[in-house]
């Protein structure tokens, strides 16, 4: 029999605030967190915008040495994961250490100490290379150093799956939960990739949107006028606990996680197929481990990247999985204001859901000033709504044809 | 204090997140500093850097204390001039 799996801790530092207060708040606002990008210099190159963290102090999560020599993403990591502890009210003693484990997801790694290394390597010579140099780069030094931190050691991981790597890693967290090799994880995805070389390396595949002269409104999530996504960075992470353990020591639980779903395209490394067969099972595999039906689910945060390809095909997907109950969910692309983490998107975007269920707050869809004639669903234009929330669906789809979806559902 | 004895220090307050109180002549860095063996490597790189001398890995290894990095460097600007 599985074990129930519930979330009991938010962390989040992204485009829009550094805690998850300031990242709700804004949320349902709908501020956009999308800015010109001042992490370096974008002459030249055709995309001058993204979504990158602002005012956040590293200091109070890091020493100054380990400022010094861990990447961004590593750092991003430390603090979401410190701050979903505290709000978990969770210390992991001895008692719990080896049932606790680890996995954030990251979509590239430490891939600005990767540039910047290789840049000391061509100027200065092999020999002036820092010693910290591989560890700040390594994917899943995310999941290493949170668990050295905070004392995890129960199972760890690091999934690199694009796009969906922060989804595949909470949905690997979860069954680890419900069969019983964990009862807690620290969980989510790290990003922080915004650099010359993803910028170009994405403008190469004209994936970004280029509207740098309104970068508040580049991320159109279902609009026509939509042209790419916009990149952001930053963390969530979910502390996921089996359900008698949460109930034992009172914590408050924000959802329950019920369901996974992951299925590949065999198709193609970068574009979805027309219909997005793979993105409708796996909604419906996440569907079928949750036990639910397609009438139990109140709001879906979709992938949305804002890209022309991918929008269009997700709502094919979700019309073909839900048929005419499409028609009455509420449907979000949170992305038009945080932008796309990459790996980190997954983690945020279950930190939102989360959120929305425990509020019974439907986040909105920013920009969304002229609907694409084929998206046409409840996309909760513009504005933030009242409504309850009984279970939700989070997707996550990635590079190399991988299709991530969660199911959440109110605690009851 | 000599010159290079207070550079010394000011790097190793720098590298090691240490306070001058801390960085007594006799202070190891692995029992007495909390650094490890990369921190060492990194703190013999901005010594390289900044007083121009090479140290090998040889060399690095006989390194303990702040008073052995000191007579190391010493001892290679001495050779240099």
Avoid at chain 1, 61 to 71: C, H, I
Avoid at chain 1, 147 to 161: D, E, L, N
Avoid at chain 1, 239 to 248: G, V
Avoid at chain 2, 11 to 22: A, F, G, H, P
Wanted: with cysteine; aromatic share 6%.
């Amino acid at each position: 029999m599985k074990r129930r799996v519930v979330i009991t801790g938010l962390g989040t530092v992204n485009p829009i605030g550094n805690c998850v207060k300031d990242s709700w708040e804004g949320i349902c606002s709908g501020k956009s967190g999308i800015g010109t990008i001042t992490k370096f210099d974008t002459d030249g190159f055709s995309t001058k915008i993204a979504g990158e963290v602002k005012g956040f102090d590293p200091r109070a999560f890091v020493s100054a040495k380990e400022a010094r020599r861990l990447d961004d993403f590593l750092i991003y990591a430390l603090a979401s994961a410190a701050m979903a502890l505290e709000d978990a009210g969770l210390t992991i003693d001895a008692s719990r250490a080896e049932r606790t484990g680890v996995i954030i997801g990251s979509g590239i790694g430490g891939l600005l100490t990767m540039e910047k290394a290789k840049e000391t390597l061509m100027q200065q010579g092999p020999r002036r290379l820092s010693p910290f140099t591989i560890p700040a780069v390594l994917a899943n030094l995310a999941a290493g150093q949170v668990s050295i931190r905070f004392g995890a050691k129960g199972p760890i991981s690091c999934t690199v799956t694009a796009c969906s790597s922060g989804a595949n890693a909470i949905g690997d967290s979860f069954r680890l939960i419900a069969c019983g090799h964990a009862d807690v994880m620290i969980t989510g995805g790290a990003e922080a990739a915004v650099s010359p070389l993803t910028i170009a390396g994405f403008n190469a595949m004209r994936a970004l949107s280029t509207r740098n002269d309104a970068p508040e409104k580049a991320s159109r999530p279902f609009d026509k006028d939509r042209d790419g996504f916009v990149m952001g960075e930053g963390c969530g992470i979910l502390i996921l606990e089996e359900l008698s353990s949460a109930l034992k020591r009172g914590a408050r639980i924000y959802a329950e996680i019920s369901g996974l779903g992951v299925t590949s395209d065999a198709f193609h490394i970068a574009a979805p197929p027309p219909g997005h067969e793979g993105a409708a099972r796996s909604m419906r595999l996440a569907l079928q481990e949750a036990g639910l039906g397609t009438g139990e689910i109140d709001y879906i945060n979709t992938h949305g990247t804002s890209t022309p390809l991918n929008d269009l095909y997700e709502v094919q997907a979700i019309k073909h999985v839900f048929g005419e109950k499409a028609r009455s969910l509420a449907v979000s692309s949170t992305k038009s204001m945080t932008g796309h983490l990459l790996g980190a998107a997954g983690g945020l975007e279950a930190v939102i859901t989360a959120k929305a269920i425990e509020e019974g707050v439907l986040p909105p869809t920013i920009n969304l000033d002229n609907p694409d004639d084929e998206c046409d669903l409840d996309f909760v234009p513009h504005t933030s709504r009242k409504g309850e929330i009984r279970a939700a669906m989070s997707n996550a789809f990635g590079f190399g044809g991988v299709n991530a979806v969660l199911v959440f559902k109110k605690y009851t | 204090m000599s010159s290079i004895e207070e550079k010394v220090i000011e790097i190793i307050m720098e590298q090691l997140d240490v306070t001058k109180e801390e960085c007594v002549p006799e202070a190891a860095f692995i029992d007495d500093l909390g650094a490890d063996s990369l921190d060492i490597v990194e703190l013999v790189m901005a010594m390289e850097e900044n007083f121009a001398i090479e140290i090998s890995d040889d060399e690095l290894m006989k390194i303990r204390t702040i008073q052995d990095v000191i007579d190391f460097i010493k001892k290679k600007r001495g050779a240099l001039n």
